[in-house]
């Protein structure tokens, strides 16, 4: 990996579902790239694709899915084509993920210093002790009191909130390069979301390690990313900094998103909404696959729009972006 090669490059990925009903492009011409110590919002509606991103870029996409076209490119080094026992290697100590339902990180019947000691010993050569004084530190890092104690339950034994964090502290454990974080923080409460957030940018700004957040949540990555980028139906729609987007956004449906958060609508108001529903991947329609809910498509819209680079350095796949003719 030279100086200047960004942590993660992902290049016009393809994850299509190959179904008894045709064809899912699940992930369609996605472009991004992750520097060291950045943080990444991937920000879209269910379906959007933002989660089969996360498990492409981790090689976990199963039959009938498989990864179709593009490249993957980690360190310098390609992962589409990586070899299994590579992958084993590479998972959980230079790659982790953080998932959205804390048991498919957790076996059920096995104590949590059995399954944080054998995170650390599986990819390092070090003393059980030593291993064991690195879990119970990464269980203290993600706010779990009484460490010591926490380690020697079983995950039954932990509430919803108390089992997702230590699911990142098992994520946090070999400080990898990479972490993928797949809606971690839904089921938990303000406060302790807080503080996972909180912990999650300080270990990029003190480690360099980069960070991909996938959500639904507006909110949460505002004062999170560096960077977000806005996923409908597959495709990238909208990517750029993080102020640039929430503060001035070009795609109409960034837009439609942001509009709809109720923080953003004044007291007793009906809630603003997109209207419509995100179509089926099996069957999306011709050209622009928003145009059936966009106040702004025109009959240009029945070509599929290209995403294009915008002179404040943001990109957008759209023909009538808002703010076109400040930016364009």
């Known amino acids: 990996m030279t100086g200047n090669e960004p942590t993660l490059c992902v290049e016009n990925l393809q994850t299509y579902f190959y179904t008894k009903s045709g064809v899912i492009k699940a992930v369609d011409d996605v472009s991004f790239t992750v520097d060291k110590g950045e943080v990444l919002g991937l920000v879209g509606e269910s379906g959007s694709g933002k989660s089969v991103t996360g498990f492409s870029i981790l090689g976990l996409v199963d039959p009938p899915g498989r990864i179709a076209g593009g490249r993957i490119r980690f360190k310098g080094h390609s992962l589409t084509t990586l070899p299994e026992k590579e992958w084993r290697n590479l998972r959980g100590s230079r790659i982790s993920m953080v998932f959205q339902d804390p048991m498919m990180t957790l076996n059920p019947v096995l104590r949590i210093?059995?399954?944080?000691?054998?995170?650390?010993?599986?990819?390092?050569?070090?003393?059980?002790?030593?291993?064991?004084?690195?879990?119970?530190?990464?269980?203290?890092?993600?706010?779990?009191?009484?460490?010591?104690?926490?380690?020697?339950?079983?995950?039954?034994?932990?509430?919803?909130?108390?089992?997702?964090?230590?699911?990142?502290?098992?994520?946090?454990?070999?400080?990898?390069?990479?972490?993928?974080?797949?809606?971690?923080?839904?089921?938990?409460?303000?406060?302790?979301q807080a503080q996972i957030l909180h912990e999650a940018q300080k270990l990029c700004r003190d480690t360099g390690t980069a960070l991909i957040w996938i959500t639904h949540d507006l909110t949460v990555i505002a004062g999170l990313s560096d960077r977000v980028c806005v996923m409908y139906a597959g495709r990238i729609v909208e990517a750029g900094g993080i102020n640039q987007v929430l503060d001035t956004p070009h795609h109409p449906y960034t837009y439609g998103l942001i509009g709809s958060v109720p923080s953003r609508n004044k007291r007793g108001a009906p809630l603003a909404q997109i209207a419509g529903m995100t179509p089926s991947l099996l069957n999306l329609p011709p050209g622009c696959a928003f145009r059936q809910r966009c106040p702004r498509a025109s009959r240009a819209c029945l070509t599929e729009p290209e995403i294009h680079e915008l002179k404040d350095g943001r990109a957008v796949r759209c023909f009538h972006p808002y703010e076109e003719e400040a930016t364009a």
């Open 113 to 192: 210093d059995t399954q944080m000691i054998e995170a650390v010993t599986a990819h390092e050569n070090i003393s059980r002790q030593e291993a064991r004084t690195r879990a119970r530190d990464a269980l203290g890092q993600v706010g779990i009191p009484s460490p010591d104690e926490r380690l020697k339950a079983y995950p039954h034994q932990f509430s919803g909130g108390m089992r997702q964090r230590v699911a990142f502290s098992i994520a946090l454990i070999n400080k990898p390069d990479l972490i993928i974080a797949d809606e971690p923080t839904t089921a938990l409460d303000v406060t302790i």
